[in-house]
């Protein structure tokens, strides 16, 4: 198992950065396929952006792509999200998740497909 731990989120303006990480317990971080998701309040747990075990892959959202990217460190046990040219759509607790993929290349973009959650944190984005 893996224990999520997601940091980094707070309040900004609108075209704003913010930086968020997520660190893993354990020592088998890389044999996870990692991925952010994030929810608004009245709406369901939508994709952000996925990387493959190796970090060689990534798939991102139409709403988030050019201006978000997902990198992770497996020597550090975290994948991180730097979020650029923030919008006030953007605002929503944001989630990590992981899963145990067999295939280095593999990204997973559906919330079902992912065993270990984090427990979130909030980005707000202000006009």
Do not use: H
Not at 28 to 42: C, I, L, V
Not at 90 to 98: E, I, K, L, S
């Amino acid at each position: 198992q893996v224990q999520l731990v997601e940091s980094g989120g707070g309040l900004v303006q609108a075209g704003g950065s913010l930086r968020l990480s997520c660190a893993a317990s354990g020592r088998t971080f890389s044999r996870y396929a990692m991925g952010w998701f994030r929810q608004a309040p009245g709406k369901e747990r939508e994709f952000v952006v996925a990387i493959s075990r190796s970090g060689g892959s990534t798939y991102y959202a139409d709403s988030v792509k050019g201006r978000f990217t997902i990198s992770r460190d497996n020597a550090k046990n975290t994948v991180y999200l730097q979020m650029n040219s923030l919008k006030p759509e953007d605002t929503a607790v944001y989630y990590c998740a992981a899963d145990i993929t067999q295939s280095l290349a593999v990204v997973i973009t559906t919330p079902g497909g992912y065993d270990y959650w984090g427990q979130g944190t909030q980005v707000t984005v202000s006009s």
